[in-house]
């Protein structure tokens, strides 16, 4: 069973991103603070859960959470300051938003820009160790979903509403096709999915 917080003395928030790895749309990041008191056997990092657990969970989250937090940086963000920065920069916005300012941060991963007078400490997996992060990777994941469901029937040839913006071989091979959507970072490559057609077969 994950841990509440990384740690008990001050007020924590949990923080975590989704869509890093996608060729199209926003990386979205969460924050959340949790009361002392919250438990769920069910919450877990968002990578682990079905579609239909994430949302439900989202529901408890948002309802339970003492303050909770999402916000977005788009693609033409994404390829004018990388996507490294792009998280970083989604991360510190959704702490901006929360109505209670905590006094520490455990960030999901290796790496993080520090936020203006707020300690923070990162957690390798820290989704599948911590309930405050893997509520924020729940949010970030639920809700970069739900905004790519709801801009796919636009450009269905990439058929966001299924592989959300991430680099499936149907993606990619409609890129290549279609070409890009005002969506598209345009900084990520996009590899022909015959390449790995060729690769598996030894050619």
């Known amino acids: 069973m994950l841990l509440n917080c990384y740690q008990k003395e001050v007020v924590e928030a949990g923080c975590d991103e989704a869509g890093r790895g996608c060729l199209a749309g926003p990386v979205f990041a969460a924050a959340v603070i949790l009361p002392a008191d919250f438990q769920s056997d069910g919450l877990n990092d968002s990578k682990k859960l079905t579609h239909y657990q994430r949302n439900e969970l989202r529901l408890v989250i948002e309802k339970e959470a003492i303050a909770w937090a999402v916000a ?88 966001w509403h299924q592989n959300k913006g991430y680099p499936t071989i149907v993606h990619r091979r409609a890129a290549l096709e279609y070409g890009l959507s005002p969506f598209h970072r345009k900084t990520f490559s996009i590899t022909d999915p015959q390449l790995e057609l060729f690769s598996e077969n030894g050619i």
Request: charged share 25%.
């Open 72 to 159: 977005a940086v788009d693609n033409e963000e994404i390829d004018r300051i990388n996507i490294l920065n792009a998280s970083f920069l989604a991360m510190h916005l959704a702490i901006q938003q929360l109505h209670i300012r905590p006094l520490h941060l455990a960030i999901d991963g290796n790496r993080f820009r520090a936020y203006p007078e707020i300690p923070h400490t990162c957690i390798v997996k820290g989704d599948g160790k911590y309930l405050n992060i893997a509520a924020a990777s729940v949010l970030a994941k639920t809700h970069r979903d739900e905004y790519m469901e709801r801009i796919s029937p636009d450009y269905p040839h990439y058929q």
